[in-house]
């Protein structure tokens, strides 16, 4: 395959499918797509894209396909009519799923003899493409090592390892992270709000900054054991964290935006019967 400008195929046009065809458009790579509603191509064939009638003919245009679809289900569906033809191919899903899936998905895969990988896209459609935009696959390295130059243009690859499993399960365990910064951040605003606060203030000067601030201690302080360390002092940590609870209370901010304070307390409590 050539990496520099190759032929790739891009399987799906739904918002993050037409970013990744544009993205590699851009790159000066030769693209076909398809998709199973006819007519969502046209600006990309505009920009120089070749659009296929059927999912075999996008294939065959391309050294390497791309597949982005809703969920494991349709790439099955889409995918279950024209496997057996695709020995020897090179085939990359980027569509979202559960790590069983992925895993299930790759052996399908493999059993066909197609050279398969996984991936995890770390990005939305405005950002593919973009500083900052990161790609995870997993699955065999030599795989990896023949899309990554190919694939660069939608977001740096990174490669997480050979069970193709890992991209899912990284992708969602890091989205996990992100939903529960952003239930963090609602409960913030709503009680700032209850209160009489000037929210727009209270985003930009204190909760951006401070959240900034703190990533970095949240993220290598997450961990699965019980044990807290000293300098956190969970008996100071569980008492702040009743503050906080009692604040929303008075405030009458609903208790389930409050769910990850209990989590929290649980946890500190837990850390202060096992330090004895
Ligand atoms: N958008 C994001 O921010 C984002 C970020 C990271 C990862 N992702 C992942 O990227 C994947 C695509 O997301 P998206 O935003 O592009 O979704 P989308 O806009 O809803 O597009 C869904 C795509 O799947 C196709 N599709 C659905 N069911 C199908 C079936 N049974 N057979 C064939 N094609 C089918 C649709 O085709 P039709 O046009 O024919 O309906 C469309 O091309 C998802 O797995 C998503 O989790 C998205």
């Known amino acids: 395959m050539t990496t520099q400008h190759g032929r790739i195929s891009i399987l799906g046009l739904g918002a993050m499918g037409r970013a990744l065809a544009g993205a590699l458009l851009e790159a000066g790579h030769e693209v076909t797509v398809w998709n199973r509603t006819p007519g969502r191509a046209g600006d990309l064939v505009a920009r120089g894209a070749r659009e296929a009638s059927s999912v075999m003919e996008a294939i065959e245009a391309g050294d390497l396909t791309v597949v982005c679809l809703l969920d494991d289900a349709s790439v099955r569906e889409t995918l279950a009519p024209v496997v057996p033809k695709l020995a020897g191919g090179t085939l990359v899903n980027l569509t979202s799923g559960s790590v069983r899936q992925a895993r299930e998905l790759a052996g399908w895969f493999e ?9 995890g896209i770390m990005a939305v459609p405005s950002t593919v493409g973009t500083e900052g935009a990161f790609i995870l696959y997993s699955g065999p390295r030599d795989v990896f090592d023949q899309v990554a130059p190919a694939l ?8 997480v390892g050979e069970d193709p499993g890992f991209a899912a399960l990284y992708d969602m365990a890091a989205l996990s992270g992100m939903y529960g910064m952003s239930a963090g951040a609602a409960h913030a605003v709503a009680l700032v709000h209850a209160e009489g606060g000037d929210m727009e203030a209270f ?34 940590q569980a008492t702040g964290l009743e503050n906080i609870l009692s604040a929303s209370g008075e405030a009458g901010v609903p208790a389930e935006l409050a769910g990850h304070l209990r989590t929290s307390l649980w946890g500190m409590r837990r850390a202060v019967l096992a330090a004895g």
Do not use: C, I, K
Not at 112 to 119: A, E, I, M, P
């Open 111 to 119: 059993g066909y003899g197609v050279r398969f990988l996984s991936g």
């Open 152 to 159: 660069g243009p939608l977001g740096r690859p990174q490669w």
């Open 203 to 236: 985003r930009h000067e204190v909760l951006g900054p401070w959240m900034e601030r703190m990533l970095p201690f949240m993220v290598a302080g997450a961990d699965v054991s019980e044990t807290v360390p000293e300098e956190y002092n969970p008996a100071m």
